[in-house]
Structure formats: C-alpha cells, structure tokens
C-alpha cells in the first residue's frame, strides 16, 4: 500500500517565551534521558551533519552544549533553564503551514512466555534471521536519509522478504529462530507495534526483548483496517479497542493482523529499560519517537500535547527524539513512550492527541 505524500517540514525561529509552559518543566527525568543522547553524540564526527535539517548543523555544533551539560552541577530547574535559553534557539516545527500534528503513545509491553513450546505457550517471537539484511538508504543516498529498505539476498540480487502472514504461517525458513513462546497471539501481534517487552517466563524471572529487525514491508494500522471495514470509528479507535476486537473476534483476528505485512525480529536486552532507535535507553515520559527521515536522534523538542487522561493536563515539557517505528511519518507526529506496566498502558493505549513541538537548536 503506497504511503501518501508528507507535507514538507518547515521552521521558523521563536523565542522561549513563546513556548506554552516553558518555566513549568522540573526536568528532572529530562537529565538522564538528555545525558544518554549527549554521550553519543559526543563520540560521533564532529564534521558529520546533524540529520537532515540543515538548521541543526554538525555534531561539532552539538558537542559544546553536550560537553556543558554533562558538567553543569548542580542540575536545578532554574539552572537547566537558563542553560537552554542561553545555549539554544527555539524553532517551530510545521508540516507546510500546519502547527499541529498527531501525537501518540507506546509503551513497554508484558507478555507471559516460556524459552519452551509447551501448554498454553505456543505462539513464537522469532529472533532477528541471519540473512535478513537492512539497508540505511541514506549511507548511499543524502536524499533518501532516514529510509530503509530490507530484504534477502538471492543470486546477487536483494530480493523482498516474506511478510507477516507467511511468517506467522511458517512458510519461510527459520521456524527454528524462536526467541521465546508466548501464550497470546494477540499479545505477540502488539509487542511487535511497541516494538519492546518484558516476558514473565514459565520457567521463573523474566525476559527483557527488544527491537532486532524487521522485514521491510510497509507498517500499515490494523486500526485504519477496522474503520475501513466498519468495525470500528475514528473516534473509537484506540490500543485498548483494537486489541478488545481481535480477542473477541478469534477467528478474523489473522486476517485483521496479516493487513499489516510488516514484521518485527527480537533481540534480548540487557539493562533496566528498551532501546531505542538511537541506541539508548529509553526514559518514561521523555522519550519521543519521530520521524528519522526528518528529525535526527538526540533532538531535544519542546512539546505541547494534549493528554488522554485528565489528570496529567496537557503535556508541557521537553522530549527527546530517541526512537522512531514504522507509522510515525511526517513533520508533526510522534510517538510518547510512557515506560512499562498498566500505567503506562492505560495511558499510551488511548493517546490519539493533537499537539505541537519546537525543536531547540544550538546558537
């Protein structure tokens, strides 16, 4: 299915006081999150562009301000403050003239698993195939960076992958690459959509997955297939709707899930948290996944986002671009990753939200 076409992503520099909330934000869960994404920046080439805004410059533009913050102590609201107003410039981010966008929330998954087919244990999570190949189309092309394609090498030629229902099926030739069984396949289908998880094992303790690779195919909303087909509304759709569908439609629940043909492979993880596109772990409530073709790893951004429950308000505070996942296309949308359990479920599940962000860029 052909993604429609992206309207072009512009900015225009503002001031801080432009910001709805700026001042309100602790920042207390931004320094760990901000920390991460400047160690790595700090080992990249300096002389290396910053993603493909141009605006953003180099990692040498970056690193000073990395360098700083990592140094500055004590790490008081008022002191982050003045240090982002004195280092950085705000800029609006628009999709065309469009200021607002969609944003929504994902979130670690729990599953209960076994390392052993057995019982109710019996749907797999494969691990990543050793001839799948993934290729960063930007390391031969500027224009195409931030895009992939994957596939499998046959006689010299990259030849596409199998999708989700020929896997699923097992018609494909590493059924031997599971990872761990799961006792739901609705559960399986989900984690894929987070993209991490944490597994309670039959056998005791638990098994922290992660994000390994995925099959090239095209993301595509198994939510847009249930308003298509009548099944459900815009205004009804949500994580918890979707999955309330699929579990109580057993015998459609395949075909409703076989319409998104993109396939994710896991990985163990190691660590207190899932990993992130960028490679790091990511924070609750300040990890934001966006769109790498538009907006480079490590962007701190500024966000003004509607929440769905009423007790969190709006969300006013900085987010830091860490991941990013096969539906979150376009200059204005992102993804809120909210950590792990029923809180953070119950609040990624409904997360349909309009909002805004401003990227904060180095003077």
Request: aromatic share 10%.
């Amino acid at each position: 299915m052909a993604e429609a076409p992206q309207p072009e992503l512009n900015i225009k520099p503002v001031h801080f006081a432009d910001l709805p909330g700026w001042g309100g934000d602790d920042f207390e869960t931004l320094v760990p999150a901000f920390a991460k994404s400047c160690e790595r920046i700090l080992k990249a080439d300096p002389a290396q562009a910053f993603g493909a805004l141009e605006q953003a410059g180099t990692y040498g533009h970056w690193q000073p301000a990395c360098r700083e913050f990592i140094a500055l102590e004590p790490k008081t609201p008022a002191i982050l403050k003045n240090f982002f107003e004195t280092r950085f410039t705000p800029y609006q981010i628009l999709a065309g003239k469009e200021k607002t966008g969609l944003f929504t929330g994902y979130y670690e998954a729990s599953l209960k698993g076994s390392l052993s087919r057995s019982g109710p244990y019996q749907t797999p999570l494969y691990g990543r195939p050793e001839d799948l190949v993934m290729v960063q189309l930007g390391e031969f092309r500027e224009d195409l960076k931030g895009h992939r394609i994957a596939g499998r090498v046959v006689d010299g030629n990259l030849k596409p992958y199998e999708p989700r229902e020929k896997i699923v099926a097992g018609q494909w030739p590493h059924n031997d690459k599971v990872l761990v069984w799961v006792d739901n396949p609705v559960d399986a289908f989900f984690v894929q959509i987070q993209g991490s998880g944490v597994v309670e094992l039959a056998e005791g303790g638990i098994l922290r997955i992660g994000y390994a690779g995925q099959n090239g195919h095209i993301y595509y909303a198994v939510g847009r297939e249930l308003i298509k087909r009548g099944q459900l509304t815009k205004d009804t759709v949500s994580m918890q709707s979707i999955r309330e569908w699929l579990e109580t439609h057993p015998h459609q629940a395949d075909e409703i899930m076989n319409t998104n043909a993109s396939y994710v492979f896991f990985k163990r993880l190691d660590g207190a948290g899932p990993v992130g596109g960028e490679g790091v772990e990511l924070t609750a409530g300040r990890s934001l996944a966006v769109d790498r073709s538009l907006l480079a790893y490590g962007l701190p951004l500024w966000a003004d986002i509607e929440t769905p429950l009423a007790a969190l308000g709006r969300l006013q505070r900085m987010l830091i671009a860490q991941d990013t996942g096969g539906a979150i296309r376009g200059p204005v949308r992102g993804d809120v990753f909210w950590g792990y359990g029923e809180h953070a479920e119950n609040i990624a599940g409904p997360m349909k939200s309009q909002g805004r962000y401003w990227a904060l860029l180095p003077n």
